[in-house]
């Protein structure tokens, strides 16, 4: 029976922000997860994050997500920027969307033509320091119309929500629950915990759980501890794999 839930149930461990400027809050917890075995992580590297220059400049971080794709990680293009530039239209959904729940919804608010070349600055990026590259994911997972448009046009394969992942170019819906910390404060770091322990009870059937941590979460002992100590129970169920390679497995 053990042997039949690794071969259904599947784990993804998805590493939000990854750049130049977010990677040493992750290191230590990377070493950690190394530990525990052969663990792929998804890594969702962001070009130029928050406009502080191109990653391609900084030539040990290149290093490091070369060695880590080498050891079996995944790297997936997430956004260009990683930050919410336009005006607002000033209506409350805009409003409440863009400047409540995030500031960092980049790819929410662009036409397609904007989204198209972001994307394509995106790709190119990738290719050029050859690193293999299926997916994308819109910062704070929100896509707006035009964006959605400009990636169903490229040759990118997935994309993903809180709850799904997304085969494209048709945008065909798999669900795959996330946990995912608010750790700014702590009243949110104890909302977190209560949220995340009743969806990981409700989802503990689901094919593939995703968990996705953001670099505020290394600040905190309690979320970091959390997350580690939900990764080895998980463990213990869950083969852990690479968004990209279950979905391969999952066709």
């Not at 005006?87 to 500031?103: A, E, G, K, M």
């Not at 990026?125 to 819109?138: D, I, N």
Request: hydrophobic content about 40%.
């Amino acid at each position: 029976m053990q042997a039949e839930n690794l071969a259904r149930k599947s784990l993804a461990i998805v590493l939000h922000d990854v750049a130049p400027a977010t990677w040493p809050r992750y290191r230590s917890f990377v070493a950690e997860v190394d530990r525990l075995g052969e663990i792929p992580l998804t890594l969702l590297v962001v070009p130029n994050y928050h406009r502080q220059g191109l990653l391609t400049s900084q030539s040990a971080f290149c290093a490091e997500m070369d060695s880590r794709r080498q050891r079996g990680d995944e790297l997936v293009l997430h956004g260009y920027a990683h930050q919410d530039e336009l005006p607002l239209l000033w209506s409350p959904v805009d409003y409440c969307r863009r400047r409540i729940f995030t500031h960092e919804g980049e790819f929410y608010p662009l036409t397609a033509a904007m989204a198209h070349r972001r994307l394509q600055a995106g790709i190119e990026l990738f290719r050029r320091l050859g690193w293999p590259l299926t997916g994308f994911v819109a910062p704070a997972w929100l896509l707006g119309a035009g964006s959605r448009a400009a990636l169903a046009a490229t040759p990118l394969r997935y994309t993903s929500d809180p709850g799904n992942l997304y085969r494209l170019p048709t945008f065909t819906r798999i669900p795959a629950p996330t946990l995912v910390w608010s750790a700014g404060s702590r009243w949110r770091r104890g909302a977190s915990w209560c949220w995340n322990e009743a969806r990981r009870r409700r989802h503990q059937a689901a094919p593939l759980l995703r968990l996705g941590l953001h670099p505020v979460d290394m600040e905190h002992r309690f979320s970091r501890h959390y997350w580690l100590a939900t990764l080895e129970k998980l463990l213990a169920s869950r083969q852990p794999v690479t968004k990209a390679a279950w979905l391969e497995a999952h066709r």
